[in-house]
């Protein structure tokens, strides 16, 4: 699976879903949500996913109200952060709905991180500067 172009829409899009859940709860999920934009961005591009419109975020962070850009790619929905062009053309869909759900998906993190890095080029960063565990050193009273 070393071509990009192999990969087909749906695949991606699964991978995209699976990538997209483990962000959630993934303790650093900076380089996942980064591939999540880069493989949906290219999907859009590539026109094997289209953007539907904007929706109310459910977690608008600091401010009151925050709209998210809801694309559509193969059987997934997903909400990206929307650019200012989205605004002046697309509709805005209002809340999210409960009653529309993405398919479920069976893609362990690894298979789904290895398709969009193959999809979009993209490597994960390592950190080398990693911090290694010091010991504290215990010194008695005085010394």
Same mark, same amino acid.
């Given at each position: 699976m070393s071509d990009p172009s192999e990969l087909s829409s749906e695949k991606i899009a699964q991978a =995209?879903? +699976?990538v997209n859940k483990h962000a959630k709860t993934a303790p650093d999920s900076k380089f996942l949500y980064q591939i999540k934009k *880069? *493989? =949906?961005d290219q999907m859009l591009k590539e026109g094997k996913a289209k953007k539907v419109g904007l929706q109310y975020s459910r977690n608008p962070g600091l401010s009151q109200q925050r709209s998210d850009l809801l694309v559509e790619c193969a059987n997934y929905m997903f909400h990206i952060p929307p650019q200012k062009n989205d605004f002046k053309e697309l509709p805005h869909l209002g809340k999210l709905s409960d009653n529309v759900r993405n398919p479920k998906t069976r893609m362990n993190l690894r298979e789904a991180k290895s398709i969009l890095q193959t999809? +979009? $080029?993209l490597k994960a960063e390592t950190s080398s *500067?990693?911090?290694t565990y010091q010991r504290p050193v215990f010194k008695r009273? $005085?010394?």
């Open positions: =995209i879903f +699976t *880069a *493989a =949906i999809y +979009t $080029g *500067a990693q911090k009273l $005085g010394e």
